[in-house]
């Protein structure tokens, strides 16, 4: 599965066997919320069963606010062999998405600075020097 991801597709075993020894399985039933948008995030996830539902929100709109869910701008479902929380992590910000188990769900998380460590620099040089990503703050 990490061979198939653009963001890991490129590392070495040595760094794809720290990856998968640092991944922690999490269930998730139909329904319950997995990041929600306007957080911190500090994880990427890795969905190995099951789909979640990616929603996104008008640019102006207030996580806290009790009628976000009018504010959908887009929503979209993904699945087995889908990653997300990247964005957070790239931009040392807050989540741009609320994530949702679209079914009973088995996803595996990884730390933050695990992220950081192995897989943002393997971006970094694959993408800055294609011109992609060169607005996101890589500290």
């Not at 306007?38 to 789909?51: A, K, P, Q, S, V």
């Amino acid at each position: 599965m990490l061979r198939n991801s653009f963001l890991t597709r490129n590392l070495d075993q040595k760094d794809i066997d720290k990856v998968v020894n640092a991944l922690e399985p999490r269930e998730f039933l139909e329904g319950e919320t997995i990041i929600k948008y306007g957080y911190h995030g500090c994880e990427y996830f890795l969905i190995t069963e099951g789909n979640v539902q990616v929603l996104t929100y008008n640019q102006d709109a207030d996580p806290d606010d009790p009628d976000l869910d009018k504010k959908i701008q887009s929503q979209k479902i993904i699945g087995r062999g889908s990653g997300f929380g990247e964005i957070a992590l790239l931009q040392n910000g807050k989540r741009t998405a609320t994530i949702r188990a679209n079914e009973d769900c088995t996803i595996y998380a990884l730390d933050g600075s695990v992220f950081k460590t192995i897989i943002e620099p393997s971006i970094d040089k694959r993408f800055t020097s294609q011109g992609f990503l060169v607005d996101l703050q890589m500290t």
